[in-house]
């Protein structure tokens, strides 16, 4: 085939729709209209000879053919930006982008604030788009969807699969009431499997803590889950106990009004925070400075120990 009479702009589109199986989000994300992507798919179908896509009731499903050209077509469009990118320099004084993050509210409240600020005042063009983990984290990241996936290692056993770095470690602490009639400067076993307890969750997912405990074998007195976010504040006037995170419970301990004890589990392990990121980005000089900024952040936040 020769590629002068080939629109390799038709490769953009069909990465687009592989990533969405849809012509209407495809056209969003590429800011085109609905039609122009329909004629498009009409293209490429001409192009390959294939029909790409083909209706399944309300949803269009790939074709074999479309399949197995994914990741080729992913990895060729990944090189071109790669090499272009790599033409410009980035200053982030004068830059204009939007990165995407999926992060939690525990990384968003203790990590990500701090850069908020930074940024407002070493590079007011950055614009930040965080969005919470859902179930389909890995898939989010994988489809080229967010740039940056920040979380647990612990809860991301995919992480391999990608570029990543260990960002920071952090513990679970005890939380109580600070006025709490029945706990006093420690808290044993026997308390913590009996008085009334606050489960943490993550949207849909069990915190880490809740899995610990369960693969520690400790009893819970379980009368409330909430979000981890939110959790802390619930616990005010009542005899309801909590793990949270020590970083998050010390920034807020004040505004909740609680205590914070050492855990009477010995045995329970504290979490590594790590970033993801593809293959995609890994050398493009603004995504690289955007890494390294967390990083430098996160050699500061271990300078600074959560006592």
């Known amino acids: 085939m020769?590629?002068?009479?080939?629109?390799?702009?038709?490769?953009?589109?069909?990465?687009m729709l592989m990533t969405e199986r849809s012509v209407t989000r495809a056209a969003q994300r590429l800011s085109i209209g609905q039609s122009a992507m329909s004629s498009t798919l009409g293209r490429l179908r001409k192009l390959f000879g294939d029909p790409i896509m083909t209706r399944d009731g309300r949803t269009l499903v790939a074709t074999p053919l479309a399949e197995s050209l994914a990741e080729p077509v992913?990895?060729?469009?990944?090189?071109?930006?790669?090499?272009?990118?790599?033409?410009?320099?980035?200053?982030?004084?004068?830059?204009?982008?939007?990165?995407?993050i999926i992060a939690n509210d525990y990384?968003?409240?203790?990590?990500?604030?701090?850069?908020?600020?930074?940024?407002?005042?070493?590079?007011?063009?950055?614009?930040?788009?965080?969005?919470?983990?859902?179930?389909?984290?890995?898939?989010?990241?994988?489809?080229?969807?967010?740039?940056?996936?920040?979380?647990?290692?612990?809860?991301?056993?995919?992480?391999?699969?990608f570029h990543h770095r260990t960002l920071f470690h952090d513990r679970f602490v005890v939380a109580v009431d600070?006025?709490?009639?029945?706990?006093?400067?420690?808290?044993?076993?026997?308390?913590?499997?009996?008085?009334?307890?606050?489960?943490?969750?993550?949207?849909?997912?069990?915190?880490?803590?809740?899995?610990?405990?369960?693969?520690?074998?400790?009893?819970?007195?379980?009368?409330?889950?909430?979000?981890?976010?939110?959790?802390?504040?619930?616990?005010?006037?009542?005899?309801?106990?909590?793990?949270?995170?020590?970083?998050?419970?010390?920034?807020?301990?004040?505004?909740?009004e609680i205590r914070l004890l050492e855990p009477p589990i010995p045995r329970l392990q504290p979490i590594t925070e790590i970033m993801a990121w593809t293959n995609r980005t890994d050398a493009v000089p603004g995504h690289r400075w955007f890494r390294q900024t967390l990083i430098d952040l996160a050699d500061e936040y271990n300078d600074t120990p959560a006592r």
């Open 74 to 100: 992913r990895e060729l469009l990944t090189d071109i930006e790669n090499v272009l990118a790599l033409r410009h320099e980035f200053d982030p004084a004068t830059a204009e982008h939007t990165f995407s």
């Open 178 to 256: 600070k006025d709490h009639p029945e706990v006093g400067d420690e808290i044993t076993l026997e308390q913590f499997t009996s008085l009334p307890y606050l489960a943490a969750s993550s949207g849909h997912l069990r915190s880490l803590s809740e899995m610990q405990l369960d693969f520690l074998g400790v009893p819970r007195n379980t009368e409330i889950t909430a979000g981890f976010g939110m959790a802390p504040f619930l616990l005010r006037g009542t005899r309801l106990i909590t793990l949270v995170h020590e970083r998050l419970a010390r920034s807020i301990r004040a505004a909740a």
């Open 107 to 161: 990384l968003t409240m203790t990590f990500l604030q701090p850069l908020i600020a930074r940024l407002s005042i070493e590079a007011p063009g950055i614009r930040l788009r965080i969005y919470p983990t859902g179930d389909d984290f890995a898939d989010q990241l994988r489809r080229h969807r967010v740039d940056l996936l920040l979380m647990p290692q612990e809860a991301f056993e995919e992480h391999t699969e």
């Open 2 to 15: 020769d590629l002068r009479r080939v629109d390799l702009n038709l490769l953009v589109a069909f990465d």
